[in-house]
């Protein structure tokens, strides 16, 4: 069985940053590009980033892009997201989610799996 | 950038009704990469079709998906008490993207 367990979220100051991580387990991780994707409370669905299965190949949205870096070690089967300069417009429910292929591009950022999500809040 | 606009905002209908949801490119999606995501209250998405009109594994056959081009369609034949939830469509590929949603929920 899929499992994706987000953690480090929590209540954070405009400004500073936070680090996401994402345990996987019941597949082959390093077989698969994986991804964030947040929701702001009460609201749709944003892709934040991805990473191909082997780092090759990184995404951003352009509402993080400088500010967010992804990354992954396929020795632990872990997801990350370094959030810096974090405004209260990062606030949102963060979900890790499995690509159903390796890569990010072409057939990529299509999400067979997701995690139950942390929550991220930026406020002063 | 292909933005997705999902009609209508809200369903109502009764268990044992047909759901037919829109969801429309502003321009063609490559390859038919539509997917289509359902979302209870609490709960994370979770993916029903991928492809425009293929089921994800383990989604009822209730479930389907039409379209082509800019314009899809998520039919659900006759809707379970399960299925009242919010659903997501989106554009895979490129630069993904998620229409607003739709909220099918009891009359």
């Known amino acids: 069985e899929v499992q994706l367990v987000e953690s480090g979220g929590g209540l954070v100051q405009p400004g500073r940053s936070l680090r996401l991580s994402c345990a996987a387990s019941?597949?082959?991780?390093?077989?698969?590009?994986m991804h964030w994707v947040r929701q702001a409370p009460g609201k749709g669905l944003e892709w934040v980033s991805g990473i191909s299965w082997n780092s090759g190949s990184i995404g951003y949205a352009d509402s993080v892009k400088g500010r967010f870096t992804i990354s992954r070690d396929n020795a632990k089967n872990s997801l990350y997201l370094q959030m810096n300069s974090l405004r209260a417009e990062d606030t949102a429910l963060y979900y890790c989610a499995k690509d159903a292929t390796k890569y990010i591009w072409g057939r990529g950022k299509l999400f067979d799996y997701w995690g139950q999500g942390t929550l991220v809040t930026v406020s002063s | 950038e292909i933005v997705l606009t999902q009609s209508p905002g809200t369903l109502s209908l009764s268990p044992g009704e047909r759901a037919t949801l829109s969801c429309r490119a502003s321009q063609s999606v490559s390859s038919s990469y539509l997917a289509w995501y359902q979302q209870k209250p609490g709960q994370a998405p979770r993916l029903l079709i991928y492809?425009?009109?293929s089921r994800a594994t383990g989604i009822p056959d209730r479930f389907s998906g039409s379209g082509s081009g800019t314009d899809f369609t998520l039919t659900i034949s006759r809707l379970e008490p399960e299925d009242f939830a919010v659903y997501y469509c989106?554009?895979?590929?490129?630069?993904?993207?998620f229409g607003p949603g739709t909220k099918v929920d009891i009359k």
């Open positions: 492809g425009a009109s």
């Open positions: 989106q554009q895979y590929g490129s630069s993904p993207a």
């Open positions: 019941g597949f082959t991780f390093d077989d698969y590009a």
